[in-house]
């Protein structure tokens, strides 16, 4: 089955910038997404990507794909307190908000 | 954006009881939801889809008669642990959507059996 991968924890300080690492195994992935979960809330989507696409880029969020290492990063550039939150990626095959298959989720932990 | 709420956010029960856990969706109609259970430390696992009207559709391993699905309206399913034990304790996370559109998360439920 499919099965998508990142690591647990990751902690930068204030102003830079995070990269956070996915990997993916099922090559039919068309859609691959990145959400933010914080403390006491539902996950909110922060951005996607078609898999036909290398790079998307929306403010301070840079999503770079790599189809054929099957590798999906998510770069917050000028990381603030406020990122503090664990970050999943999930892939699906069809779209249109049907079944996702998510990662294990990066904790981000900003310090000052 | 689309708003989903879940009720309660979080429930202590004994061992054997059963536990109802709602999930809303307050500003849009929702003709698909999911409910996903989350262990610590792990990731969403995908545990049944519920259309408006229809029979929720399982996932491998998840068992129907434990776990108790209703989406009796296009604003509201239920998720029904039955005589719950300890392994069942979780954290339960509800997300619908309406047509063709993403997936909108509720907050989640923290289910402790004791």
């Known amino acids: 089955g499919e099965d998508v991968e990142q690591s647990l924890f990751l902690s930068v300080r204030e102003g830079d910038s995070s990269v956070i690492n996915c990997t993916y195994t099922?090559?039919?992935?068309?859609?691959l997404y990145w959400y933010k979960q914080e403390p006491g809330a539902g996950l909110q989507l922060l951005t996607y990507?078609?898999?036909?696409?290398d790079m998307k880029q929306d403010q301070r969020l840079t999503v770079l794909l790599n189809k054929k290492d099957k590798h999906l990063s998510l770069r917050i550039a000028d990381t603030q307190t406020g990122d503090s939150a664990i970050y999943f990626c999930?892939?699906?095959?069809?779209?249109?908000?049907?079944?996702?298959?998510f990662g294990t989720g990066t904790q981000l932990k900003v310090e000052l | 954006g689309a708003v989903v709420s879940q009720h309660p956010s979080w429930v202590i029960c004994k061992s054997g009881t059963s536990v109802k856990i709602e999930c809303r969706s307050l500003?849009?109609?929702?003709?698909?939801m999911f409910w996903y259970r989350q262990f610590p430390k792990q990731s969403l696992m995908l545990m049944a889809t519920?259309?408006?009207?229809?029979?929720?559709?399982?996932e491998q391993g998840v068992e129907k008669d434990k776990f108790l699905i209703n989406h009796a309206s296009l604003t509201l399913s239920t998720l029904t642990v039955t005589s719950a034990h300890p392994e069942d304790s979780s954290f339960y996370i509800c997300?619908?959507?309406?047509?063709?559109?993403?997936?909108?998360f509720g907050p989640g439920t923290r289910l402790t059996v004791l």
């Open positions: 519920s259309n408006e009207g229809s029979k929720a559709t399982y």
């Open positions: 990507i078609f898999s036909n696409m």
């Open positions: 500003d849009f109609q929702a003709t698909t």
């Open positions: 099922d090559s039919s992935s068309t859609y």
């Open positions: 999930a892939e699906s095959s069809t779209g249109g908000g049907n079944k996702l298959t």
């Open positions: 997300s619908a959507k309406e047509s063709y559109n993403e997936q909108f």
